[in-house]
């Protein structure tokens, strides 16, 4: 196998206000004609990096300070910026991870490839746009020639996605770099896109440099993997032996880290520690601090590649000092018994959700008349009982984080009855809703944005505990403030301190803390670890468990992660187009999924343990987009979608259909 | 007491003004994330320079904003209450007597050109003629004041200016050495740097340490030598000439400068809660009272703005030319007069700032802390006092120290259209209005434009300068430009 593209000491600076960052140090590899080379790790830790110095489009704070990049024998890093441009696009192909964001928005997608083609002076005129078609085909974009003269905000995220690819690879490059090509996308149009790519690779032989945080999706589609932590690989291996044996800690810790059933009911592995800042000098090894296996010789001096047993043609590797010793660290921990029962407390209904229905009007015209509804949720009915945990899954637009919402009163509800506690909040008084209010109390997705950045994290804390009068002073606050801060596991001396100064996972950790300082019996928990790395993912999601059984909080837990929901799910709702399609016990919904929906939505995770082997989405018709939630198909929402669907299924919404005693289907196919 | 202290509304609004600044800047000390910036801002250089600038401007402007009215000498022997002058005077007004003597205020007859020892135009004057008789002459006349000491100007002129231009420098220099010593000295005694005033004077010219000194000291220097030039010849002639009535230009001028602060300042302050508060109203609450807000800001762009404020100033003028039982003094007239006219101008500017704001609110309410908030049942004000203002406050200041500028251009063209301050109040704008016609003369009376001209350009430069490095330290998206480094700058070198 020869090496299309081959990197060598590779030392990548950034200078910021807190002195020069070491963004990457040391980092060699290379990749083989038709080979998919994955880079994983978690945030922080060089994947970009690495891309951006291969392209050299470095942002302008950061400079390659030593290091070789050789394409085909150029050498890149010595190349001047003009024939720069001619590798960038022609020989080296890059896919981003915001399909949104990485099209021009005021040319259509046909021009956009015409463009690049004309660029690297592969076709002009009639004959790039020849071509362009015949890309966006490839690509599986559904009628192309249409679409060529479609603006991107005419098209889908999963589209756009494709568009970009045929933008990326039409000029047949050599090296396709993909940045977190899917992170942005749902997990049907994940396993579209990354289905796709393995396709176009077979058939183009190009080399791909993957860069991902998904351990799954590596799994799915990496020849061989690199581990990245703080600016350097530390281990380099070829998938199978990476997954079946990882040799440095950090790896074998990660693996143990991420939730699933296997996980159930025992808490998560988790990493002590955090990455250590990169404007340090390091003289030992990065990970010593945070590893178990840390010894004299580990603080001391910086460990070299050490190899594994080689396996067949590709040799895996670590920078370990244990590889030397002899002594391979113990494989992933293993995880208490399997699935040991969730602990539950049965006390009966804490909140009763009937028929909640939110539409949000669309107006037009001059005096703003409604024309139209767009039917966000529409018709949901869900039960969780105090102490347990209902899992709302489904993919971006089903309408699950207004749900939560609509619960909370933040969207008012349209129609429907919201029983919590007894007591009926839809349309209640506004003195019953603020006194309600405590009761529930909601958690969001993006750390950065939940805290206000000018107060501090007392303040924050103090804010909700104000408002409803607990604690009746401002000095009973502070005690009750630093008690929760104690208890979510940060600090005392947080309290006065401003919430810039905490990494993401500890903001999380702020904004649980100021949602159960008003005591409340049910937390919505809108995608809290979505945007976290995987090690932080394990630290709330412990953190969760650990509230909900000392406190007996119930738990709504709104995600698309699948993974999580197996962890900790005691009962599952699907959500397609404002509705549940499915609903039962974790158990139920989990292993005997009826639902076609519910069914293709497991089938479409990528998976560890099954690799590249795993049943692909055989089901095209799941490549659909998803319909409007403004126009919802007539009769089963999801037949535009599902290979099962007949024409009766169009005629009318299927009614609930009952399994057992806690689970119900929507589907008349349903066995 | 040989004087009697007046207090102008103008004064006080902007002493309250100084003392919010004061409070901020206390406020601001303790809370990193509000230092922050600040403190980014004071690495700038050219930022700092002009901070300088403005510091000479604002120093001026403080002075002549402490009005009093001297106490007339009773005659002797009449007894009675004491008696004080109908003219306002300024501690400004006393500081430049001090150092310009006679030549301050309006000692001459009519134009002379700068540094003249002679008049601008020629007089008939009686001379005795060789016969005795007084006999009319046609020539251009001693001034009274402007270089009065000199015995025969023709030959004496050019090295009296020199020296004293000279001695001007010398003074001035050992005024920034002393001023330069009290401020560094200060400064390393408040951060205890190593090695005391001597360490922080060598940081300073290498420029390294935390504040660009550098860049304020040589700012300083300049500042300090006009400022001497300034005193010492300012003192034997009219440095920048005089103007139609005799009046010493650079004395008009230093008298506008408090005129341009108070209208760009106070125009802010009266702009900032209407557009603050009705920007927040309109992108927080929506609905309706959005719509209504709308509307207002945008009908009241779409009138030209010059028209809308001549109206008001006319209706104003009126009403004071009612009510003369309302003032005491030309000098109370003059100033409510530019009070309204700091009123009319708010009025007139706050909807960009508005706009500003609701866009800005209409971001920050749906972001989650926001939405937090309102999960724990925070009423409405609360949630936009602790929520959404402090989140818009940088653009509050970004937006208040350029619009500063802008209003002290717009103050000038109004006093040259004629709408501005009253004609008794010196400013840039009526500087300009009374220079205009003698720009066709020839030769030409250029002095009084120029001053005017120079001043304004240093003002508003410096406050521009400064706008920029501010905007520049709180905007977070803005990085400074750094140079490449490493292989690839090696290779492309």
Known sequence: MSAVLEIGGLNTRIETAGGVIRALDDVSFEIARGETFAVVGESGCGKSMTALSIMRLLPEAAWIDSGRVDQEGRRLLELPEYEMRDVRGRRIGMIFQEPATSLNPVMTCGEQIVEVLERHGIARGAAARARALDWLQRVGIPDPAQRMDDYPFQLSGGMKQRVMIALALCSEPEVLIADEPTTALDVTIQAQILDLLVELQRSNGMAMLLITHDLGVVARMAHRVALMYAGEMIEIGSRASFFARPLHPYAARLFAALPGSASRGSPLMTIPGMVPPLTTEFAGCRFAPRCAFAHARCEAEAPGWHMAATDGTTSHRARCHLLEEGEVPPLRAEAGAAAAALPVSQQGALLEVRDLKVHFPIRRGLFRRTVGHVRAVDGVSLTIGAGRTLALVGESGCGKTTVGKGLLQLIAPSAGSIRFDGRELAGAPAKVLRQSRSLMQIVFQDPFASLNPRMRVGEIIAEGMASFGLGVDQAGRDREAASLLAQVGLPADARDRYPHEFSGGQRQRIAIARALAVEPKLIVCDEPTSALDVSVQAQILNLLADLQRERGVALLFITHNLAVVEHLAHDIAVMYLGRIVESGSADEVLRRPRHPYTQALLAAVPRIEGGAEAPQVADRKLFADLPSPANPPAGCHFHTRCSRATAECAAAYPEARIVSQTHRVHCIHAQ | MNFMVVVLWTDVLLFILLAVCLAYARHAARRPHLRAPWARMARSASGMAAATVLSAFALIGVLDSLHYRPLIEAKPGVPGPARYAVEVRSVLDLVIQGVLGPMA????????????????????????????????????????????????????????????????????????????????????????????????????WSGRGRLPWRSILITLLVICLCAGVAATLGSRYHLLGTDKVGQDVLYLALKSVRTALIIGTLTTLVMLPMGVLLGIAAGYFGGWIDDAIQYVYTTLNSIPGVLLIAASVLMMQVAIDANPGWFATAAERADFRLLCLCFILGMMSWTGLCRLMRGEALKLRELEYVQAARAFGVSRLAIIVRHILPNVMHLVIISAVMDFSGMVLTEAVLSYVGVGVDPSMSSFGSMINAARLEMSRDPMVWWSLAAAFFFMLALVLAANLFADAVRDAFDPRLSPKRRRRGLLAKASA
């Not at chain 2, 100007?153 to 050495?177: C, N, Y």
């Not at chain 2, 400064?187 to 922080?200: K, L």
Request: aromatic residues 10%; neutral net charge; charged residues 20%.
């Open chain 2, 105 to 204: 205020g309006k000692s001459e007859k009519t134009y002379s050109a700068p540094l003249a020892t002679h008049a601008f135009s020629r007089e008939n004057i009686e001379r005795p003629g060789p016969d005795g008789k007084p006999r009319q002459v046609r020539e251009y006349p001693r001034l009274a004041n402007g270089g009065a000491h000199l015995k025969d100007p023709a030959r004496e002129w050019a090295a009296d200016v020199a020296t004293h231009a000279v001695r001007g420098m010398v003074f001035g220099f050992i005024a920034w050495l002393a001023l330069a010593f009290v401020l560094l000295g200060a400064y390393a005694a408040n951060h205890q740097e190593d090695g005391g005033i001597a360490g922080v004077w060598g940081d300073a």
